[in-house]
Nanobody
Framework: QVQLVESGGGSVQAGDSLRLSCVASESIFSFNFMAWYRQAPGKQRELVATQTNGGRISYADSVKGRFTISRDNAKNTVYLQMNSLVPEDTAVYYC????????WGQGTQVTVSS
């Protein structure tokens, strides 16, 4: 059973930074891609950033230039560095992995106040 465990969320002020971590219970290299999603209250879950095993990276337009996804294969960990946070970034952030099916973490809350 694959497990993804997120950490690093918290309550910050606008303009601050946070780094989220997602530790997988097995090698992240075994997944086709790793991603971060977020879900704000009353809204659908949306894709924030994706990184494939081949290194291809993509971002949602709303976070381009502010967020950076990265990975450490040796630590089975994926990161999301979030800079210049704005209140609209407030959401529960979920780690996602795909290998024949989707795997999800439990989520970590990020709250940005103005």
């Amino acid at each position: 059973q694959v497990q993804l465990v997120e950490s690093g969320g918290g309550s910050v002020q606008a303009g601050d930074s946070l780094r989220l971590s997602c530790v997988a219970s097995e090698s992240i290299f075994s997944f086709n891609f790793m991603a971060w999603y977020r879900q704000a209250p009353g809204k659908q879950r949306e894709l924030v950033a994706t990184q494939t095993n081949g290194g291809r990276i993509s971002y949602a337009d709303s976070v381009k230039g502010r967020f950076t996804i990265s990975r450490d294969n040796a630590k089975n960990t994926v990161y999301l560095q979030m800079n210049s946070l704005v209140p609209e970034d407030t959401a529960v952030y979920y780690c996602n992995a795909w290998r024949a099916k989707n795997y999800w973490g439990q989520g970590t809350q990020v709250t940005v106040s103005s």
